[in-house]
Every structure is written in structure tokens, then in C-alpha cells.
């Protein structure tokens, strides 16, 4: 990316990518967020993503963060590929780690053989095919957290029930273990990318390291000095399931290793 070249960032108003926009912005990167609804971060409102063509001037790099992370419309899929004949190699599509599955002995690295997907993945795959055919870059997200994320993820929900106070923490699967990516290490990440050159390929971006929930619950209870050992632990099931990325490519790539253990996530996030 040349001193002319600016990025665009698509779900400007999102938490991902409000945070993205703010880190490139401090970091002297000539940034358009664009959205569906007006926020901080967000320059121009559209009505529809599509209209996102009409701001590429050739030299710009096309960061795509717009899309809910549980379903795919046909719009966003119409969308997406509107986008990736229009800026090509100049773009970046974020997919989602989920498209391995969950579970694996080991971390997972951009060889492994897809199968048993749901309608999400299945969606997810064909829109990297798309963007790979017209020489872009997928990158594939473990979870990120930290602050400005929605509700719906396991730290919020942890939180929610040691503010109350009670001695029962309910939890959906306490066997489940996950790679979670602290937000400024991400934003990080897309900034050694940018710095350096966008390549036509997969890459995994996270930690390469597993976190079990009950750490979480473990960690955020030190946090916020609550006795671990005086809380019942209900799990709704008890299924072994397991998803953490090999980041060995990234790493060796852009010279990059994630800088946020769990605990100091938790503990930014909380304050």
C-alpha cells in the first residue's frame, strides 16, 4: 500500500470494525468508514453495500466487515461478489474460523478438508472462492472480543450473571475450548497487512491457543474478585468441542505474534 492509497472499511458502525477504523485512523492510514447507520467512525451512510463501488478510484483497498456473523442473505452474498469484480485484488473478505467445524485435537491450519458445514460455512466457503478468483485476500477470524462487542458472546454473558451476584454461573458448554483474539491484536494484525502487501490467498488470524470457558469464568472472577471456589457451575451440556487456529502462516508472513494474553483481555475489557 503506497503513502497515495486509502482503505475503506465496510461496517464502520460495528464493533470490529468501528475499532479497526480508529486504530488505522491513529496510526496515519487514510481510512472511509462506510455504513448503514451513522456512527463515530462512520463517514458515508449507504442504504446498500453495493453502492461501496462507487468509491473506488483504483487506488483503494477494500477491508470488509459488513455481514452478521450467524446468517448469510442473498444480499450479502449479491453484495459480496458486486464487491470483489469491482476492487479485485485490492480487497479483503473476512470469513470466519467456523468454517472448520469444532472439533479438533489440534489447532487447525488453512490445509485442513472442510465438511459437515451448515448453510452459514457453506456460504461463507463460496464467498472466499469468489474473492480468491479475483485474486483477493480471505482471512479467517477466531473470536474476537474486547470493548464495544455485543452482548451475545461468552464473556458478556459470564459478566451478566457475577454482577447479580448469585452463586449458580450457567454456561452452554463447559467443555468447549476456543482461540480468542483480544481486538487491538487484531486491528494489529490488519495494520501488518496493509503496511505490507495483500496476498491472494487463506489465512487464519488469532492466537494459536485454546482457552476452556471455565478459564474464562476463572480469570474474570479474579478480575473482578469474586471467589471462584464459592460458584456452582451449571453446564446445559457436556460435549466435548474444540477450535483453535494454526497461525503459523500469518506469523511467518508479516512477523507477527499476538501480544494480549486472556487475562489482560478480560481485564481491559472489564475496565
Not at 482503505?7 to 486504530?23: C, D, K, N, P, R
Not at 464459592?230 to 466435548?240: E, P
Amino acid at each position: 500500500m503506497n503513502s497515495n492509497s486509502r482503505v475503506i472499511i465496510t461496517g464502520s458502525s460495528g464493533f470490529i470494525g468501528s475499532a479497526l477504523s480508529e486504530y488505522l485512523r491513529k496510526n496515519k492510514i487514510s481510512c472511509l468508514g462506510i455504513s448503514r447507520k451513522a456512527a463515530k467512525e462512520t463517514d458515508i451512510i449507504v442504504k446498500n453495500y453495493d453502492e461501496v463501488i462507487n468509491y473506488n478510484d483504483g487506488n483503494t483497498l477494500l477491508i470488509n466487515l459488513a455481514g452478521n456473523n450467524t446468517s448469510i442473505s442473498k444480499n450479502e452474498i449479491d453484495v459480496i461478489n458486486t464487491l470483489s469484480e469491482s476492487y479485485k485484488e485490492k480487497m479483503i473478505f473476512m470469513s470466519s474460523a467456523q468454517v472448520y467445524g469444532d472439533d479438533f485435537k489440534r489447532p487447525v491450519n488453512e490445509r485442513q478438508e472442510l465438511s459437515n458445514m451448515n448453510d452459514y460455512s457453506k456460504s461463507k466457503i463460496s464467498l472466499e472462492k469468489t474473492v480468491l478468483k479475483n485474486k483477493g485476500m480471505v482471512l479467517r477470524l477466531s473470536n474476537i472480543y474486547g470493548k464495544g462487542m455485543s452482548d451475545n458472546n461468552i464473556f458478556s454473558h459470564v459478566n451478566k450473571q457475577l454482577i447479580k451476584n448469585g452463586k449458580n454461573i450457567t454456561l452452554r458448554n463447559t467443555k468447549a475450548i476456543r482461540d480468542f483474539l483480544y481486538i487491538d491484536d487484531f486491528c494489529e494484525c490488519l495494520l501488518k497487512i496493509i503496511s505490507s502487501e495483500i496476498r491472494n490467498l487463506i489465512i487464519n488470524i488469532g492466537t494459536g491457543k485454546g482457552i476452556d470457558v471455565l478459564t474464562i469464568v476463572k480469570t474474570m472472577c479474579k478480575s473482578l474478585n469474586y471467589d471462584y471456589n464459592d460458584k456452582n457451575i451449571i453446564s446445559n451440556k457436556l460435549t466435548s468441542s474444540s477450535l483453535v487456529l494454526d497461525i503459523e502462516l500469518f506469523t511467518k508472513m508479516y512477523n507477527w505474534v499476538p501480544k494480549i494474553t486472556i487475562e489482560q483481555g478480560i481485564e481491559k475489557w472489564l475496565k
